[in-house]
């Protein structure tokens, strides 16, 4: 079965710090990993998936198979990244997201 | 387009009555997903449908919770009776092969005291 785990449920820094939000999975055949981002009071909406390999708003995540990692990192936070960030995987040809539970990111001025 | 809609934006409602959620998906996606987000558990898939069928509803919590897509433009989710465990906000999403993405409605804040 496939899984997504974000260890962590909140990430604090300060703005100009450097973040990286942790996204594991879990799944037998070829992943499709994305990151989707919710900002206060909207929807959520795709920030980058690593097909594209594209960096989005600062943002990159680079998939790891061996370590079946897909972390969210940008060098420099801004107060504008605090949000919601969700770690999603697609699997099996198919598009049917798998979630992980979120990861709160809150950047302080 | 529009987007994925769902209505209401807001639900307030007894405990034992019913709840109806609406959700209209992006037109020419053949995809639909029905999400919880709690807090506790995150996002939740509950359902989902390709081409109006539903295919995976292991997610749905209890028979108390049942999800219908009478067309390709329109899909409910509901809940009877709701229960105050119920409270969360449910997200509808759609989705295609081709866009290789889900597009997200901006959810239906429920509310069961």
């Known amino acids: 079965a496939q899984r997504v785990t974000q260890p962590e449920k909140l990430l604090s820094v300060f703005k100009g710090a450097p973040v990286e939000l942790k996204c594991n999975y879990s799944y037998s055949g070829s992943p499709e990993l994305f990151w989707y981002v919710q900002y206060s009071r909207q929807r959520l909406q795709l920030l980058l998936r690593?097909?594209s390999r594209e960096s989005i708003k600062g943002f990159t995540a680079d998939l790891n198979k061996g370590e079946t990692s897909f972390h969210l990192k940008k060098p420099f936070a801004q107060e504008e990244d605090s949000a919601m960030y969700y770690c999603?995987?697609?699997?099996?040809?198919?598009?049917?997201?798998?979630f992980g539970r979120g990861t709160s990111l809150i950047v302080h001025p | 387009d529009a987007g994925v809609i769902q209505s209401p934006r807001h639900e307030v409602t007894e405990m034992g009555q019913e709840v109806t959620l609406r959700c209209k998906p992006i037109?020419?996606?053949?995809?639909l997903f029905w999400y919880r987000q709690t807090m506790m558990r995150g996002l939740e898939l509950l359902i989902y449908?390709?081409?109006?069928?539903?295919?995976?509803d292991s997610g749905m919590p209890e028979d108390r919770f049942s999800a219908k897509m009478p067309n390709a433009s329109f899909s409910t989710l509901k809940i009877q009776p709701s229960e105050p465990r119920d409270s969360a906000v449910y997200f509808c999403?759609?989705?295609?092969?081709?866009?290789?993405?889900?597009?997200f409605g901006q959810g239906t804040r429920l509310t069961v005291v």
């Open positions: 999603a995987l697609g699997t099996g040809g198919s598009y049917i997201p798998t």
């Open positions: 999403a759609s989705s295609s092969l081709t866009t290789g993405k889900a597009f």
């Open positions: 449908f390709n081409n109006n069928v539903p295919i995976d």
């Open positions: 690593h097909i």
């Open positions: 037109s020419g996606h053949d995809y």
